[in-house]
């Protein structure tokens, strides 16, 4: 409880009894407004029990992440403003099931896998239950306060002579989440394999009274990519798994690979080289956006850098050609899988290659028109110059960074005419544009910036051409 107030007594005594209690209390307002604010710049790492887990969670103020290192090491959930993205399933919650060769426990969440997958031959990894997955991994605190950093160590897989070691870092003033995966030869021959992230996020039900909540899965749950416009696949992906005609799926008119999630299983491939991909639930509207950097000099895995998995019921035929749906337990969850691959990596004995990705929580809307580097663009940005001289900037975004949105303007030569500062921003709120202010000297162009209070630039989120009133009908 706070005791801080101000002093507002009509009498002389009442004045003199108030002050005097404001100034005893003010040396306690003071801490508490410290102990807050030191809170707020905290990060923390602390075991926590989450669904029956002994589980490690890191927090900062927007995020918690849940980690059980037992279970192959993995990121069972990430909430962020109260949001929990992951898929964890409800039937395996708090247990641990040993390596099984043959069988698959899918505790969801977000893991390490390997790549090519298949049983063709020792080149290819089999991906059921065996120690890559579901073995148990070492947990072991590097830091926490300004940073927090974990590392999760997997034991040495004799079959396919890798060994896992992943890093997870957090910052205090950022929501911004940091892998690095290291994949080590330990066996005494050369090997080639790609590590894959694993993301299972959770399609079921929209919130209950939503026009979007249907029969068993979110039916507003979307997933994007940049598709290559030089791809090695026809129609710029590839269809791995499932109906090759799927209205679910397609490459729009902007260039962005869509998948609008239904409950019916499909994996498809892209070779995207902009490094990111990004989760946006419709329902909720939160987006999730991983980052990647996509190296042209290295092979990817069947050339993939990007793979998207529907989770739900398999086409299949029957001896006599009869198509139907599988009724098998698999296929029972709903859930979409977001999958980042590394290139592939040719190692000696002792030898490891490195592979860090990014992951950028925040707000979403019933747009999307792509990722930048401050956010991501719901409703483009529009400048249009008024009669009055001022112009009128409108737009809505997610952003990635707190602090405050910063309109540079430019003149026809391209050269800077000054800066206005228009809003405060968190990531944690959408952030809905619609200013008129004063610019410097006659622009012709405009860039969105998100700047903290320091005068870091968090970078663009986007950048037009300033437009006559008749230009922006």
């Known amino acids: 409880m706070n005791f801080c107030f101000r002093a507002t007594g009509s009498t002389l005594r009442l004045s003199v009894i108030v002050s005097a209690v404001v100034f005893t209390l003010l040396p306690l307002c003071t801490a508490t407004a410290a102990q807050e604010d030191l809170q707020h710049q905290q990060c923390r790492v602390e075991p926590a029990e989450y669904k029956g ?33 992951l898929f964890v399933n409800p039937k395996l919650a708090g247990q641990y099931l040993p390596p099984t060769p043959g069988k698959w426990f899918n505790y969801g969440g977000d893991k390490l896998w390997l790549l090519p997958e298949g049983n063709d031959d020792e080149q290819h990894w089999v991906g059921d239950s065996d120690l890559l997955d579901d073995g148990p991994f070492s947990f072991r605190k590097i830091s926490e306060g300004k940073q927090c950093e974990i590392e999760l160590t997997g034991p040495a897989d004799p079959q396919t002579g890798i060994q896992f070691v992943r890093t997870i870092r957090l910052d205090a003033d950022s929501p911004r989440i940091r892998f690095h995966a290291v994949m080590k030869n330990v066996t005494g021959h050369t ?26 899965f979110n039916h507003d749950f979307w997933t994007f990519t940049p598709a290559n416009p030089a791809s090695s696949y026809l129609d710029r992906y590839h269809v791995r798994f499932g109906p090759a005609q799927n209205p679910a799926v397609g490459v729009k008119a902007d260039g962005l690979f ?38 042209q000099s290295k092979p990817y895995p069947g050339k993939a850098s990007v793979i998207f998995w529907t989770n739900g019921p398999e086409m299949r035929l029957s001896k006599d050609g ?24 040719r190692l000696h004995p002792g030898e490891s290659c490195e592979f860090d990705t990014d992951w950028l929580p925040t707000r979403s809307g019933s747009e999307f028109h792509g990722v930048k580097d401050a956010g991501i663009v719901l409703r483009p940005l529009q400048c249009v110059l008024a009669e009055n001289g001022k112009v009128r900037l409108s737009g809505s975004f997610g952003v990635f960074s707190s602090g405050h949105l910063a309109a540079h303007f430019y003149d026809e030569h391209g050269s800077p005419l000054g800066t206005v500062r228009l809003a405060d921003v968190d990531p944690a709120e959408p952030v ?42």
């Not at 394999?193 to 694993?198: A, F, I, K, R, T």
């Not at 491939?269 to 996509?294: H, I």
């Not at 006659?442 to 998100?450: D, N, Y």
Request: proline share 7%; charged share 15%; aromatic share 8%.
């Open 258 to 295: 869509t998948v609008h999630y239904v409950h019916m299983a499909a994996e498809l491939w892209l070779d995207s080289t902009d490094g990111w991909l990004a989760v946006v639930d419709g329902a909720s509207k939160y987006a999730m956006v991983e980052r990647f950097e996509y190296d």
């Open 53 to 85: 887990w002994h589980a490690q969670a890191l927090s900062n103020h927007w995020l918690q992440l849940i980690v059980v290192p037992q279970n192959g090491g993995r990121l069972m959930q990430v909430t962020f403003a109260g949001h929990p993205y």
């Open 432 to 473: 809905v544009l619609d200013a008129q202010v004063v610019p410097p000297g006659e622009p012709a162009r405009v860039s969105l910036h998100v700047e903290d209070d320091h005068g870091v630039d968090y970078g663009t989120l986007q950048e037009v051409l300033v437009a006559a009133p008749q230009d922006a009908r």
């Open 322 to 345: 009869v198509p139907s749906l599988s009724s098998d337990a698999d296929a029972t969850p709903t859930y979409l899988e977001a999958e980042l691959n590394s290139p592939m990596c």
């Open 191 to 216: 090997l080639e394999w790609s590590m894959q992230s694993v993301s299972q996020y959770n399609t079921g039900n929209a919130p209950p009274g939503d026009p979007s909540t249907g029969a068993g």
